[in-house]
T-cell receptor, first 118, second 113 residues
Framework: AQKVTQAQTEISVVEKEDVTLDCVYE???????LFWYKQPPSGELVFLIR??????QNEISGRYSWNFQKSTSSFNFTITASQVVDSAVYFC???????????????FGAGTQVVVTP | DAMVIQNPRYQVTQFGKPVTLSCSQT?????MYWYQQKSSQAPKLLFH???????NEADTPDNFQSRRPNTSFCFLDIRSPGLGDAAMYLC????????????FGPGTRLLVL
């Protein structure tokens, strides 16, 4: 069963618009870790944020903000005033603390392609 | 700057000809991972090393092997590449597994002719 769902395959916006990427996860663990990564066309996966399950405080970093809601198992990501350089694929990922089937494994969502046009 | 380095960035090989991809890190992390990423898909974990302990994913083909001669270096060997092995190969490192952030290298894009 898919543990991380990114329902949006592609989002296209015009520069300066805000864009919100949805991420819904599924886990039975009470302790887990959520991540967002950015993958620009060059291919490198760039770490953006890590959130622990016991810390529901939302976070803002420049034009990026994250909304973590355990009640709905969601960890959404918003880019404010988007720029062309934000064009990339964004992956949400889950790491479970007690999973025994594969230690150290990141469960990735399918990714959301963001296209920002001038 | 501390980082994860992958060489080469692009690799072309022939069908059935062994190929080795390399990864090095200056982060002094004890865990190193290899992922395969095909076009428009999420990265898929192939295996990882925790120090010298090798951990293979159940569905990783036998055609893929790995070596970690020391803390800094890790190699991915594809013994007989097939056309279906053409992909981006990503190396990542972390201090420990589940709760620590994985940091990725720039990847090696493999083309099989």
């Amino acid at each position: 069963a898919q543990k991380v769902t990114q329902a949006q395959t592609e989002i296209s916006v015009v520069e300066k618009e805000d864009v919100t990427l949805d991420c819904v996860y599924e886990t039975r663990d009470t302790t887990y870790y959520l991540f967002w990564y950015k993958q620009p066309p060059s291919g490198e996966l760039v770490f953006l944020i890590r959130r622990n399950s016991f810390d529901e405080q939302n976070e803002i970093s420049g034009r990026y903000s994250w909304n973590f809601q355990k009640s709905t198992s969601s960890f959404n990501f918003t880019i404010t005033a988007s720029q062309v350089v934000d064009s990339a694929v964004y992956f949400c990922a889950l790491s479970e603390a007690t999973a025994t089937d594969s230690w150290g494994k990141l469960q990735f969502g399918a990714g959301t392609q963001v296209v920002v046009t001038p | 700057d501390a980082m994860v380095i992958q060489n080469p960035r692009y690799q072309v090989t022939q069908f059935g000809k062994p190929v080795t991809l390399s990864c090095s890190q200056t982060l002094n992390h004890n865990v190193m991972y290899w992922y395969q990423q095909k076009s428009s898909q999420a990265p898929k974990l192939l295996f990882h090393y925790y120090d010298k302990d090798f951990n293979n994913e159940a569905d990783t083909p036998d055609n893929f092997q790995s070596r970690r001669p020391n803390t800094s270096f890790c190699f991915l060997d594809i013994r007989s590449p097939g056309l279906g092995d053409a992909a981006m190969y990503l190396c990542a490192t972390s201090r420990v597994g589940r709760k620590e952030t994985q940091y990725f290298g720039p990847g090696t894009r493999l083309l099989v002719l």
